[in-house]
């Protein structure tokens, strides 16, 4: 005649345990990569080309503003 007890599930616990088990799992792998990315040799080459485009009109610019103020 005792009702038998059901087992109660924390659902938030299992929610915010699962996040923590992915985010750390996702912060290694995203270490492990940039520890792969510095090994590689830096300079223009690993530019992207909109990177290289930048930077050549903030040059183009300056030299601009440098013949403006400065020689004329």
Do not use: H
């Not at 038998?4 to 270490?31: L, P, S, W």
């Not at 520890?35 to 030299?63: A, D, F, H, M, R």
Request: hydrophobic share 30%; glycine share 6%; aromatic share 12%.
């Amino acid at each position: 005649m005792t009702a038998k007890k059901r087992k109660v599930r924390n659902r938030a616990r299992d929610v915010i345990g699962d996040y923590y088990k992915t985010n750390t799992q996702y912060t290694r792998e995203n270490r492990e990569r940039q520890k792969e990315q510095e090994k590689k040799e830096k300079g223009l080459k690993n530019w992207s080309p909109t990177e290289k485009l930048y930077l050549t009109v903030i040059i183009l610019g300056l030299i601009g503003i440098f013949f403006r103020y400065v020689v004329f």
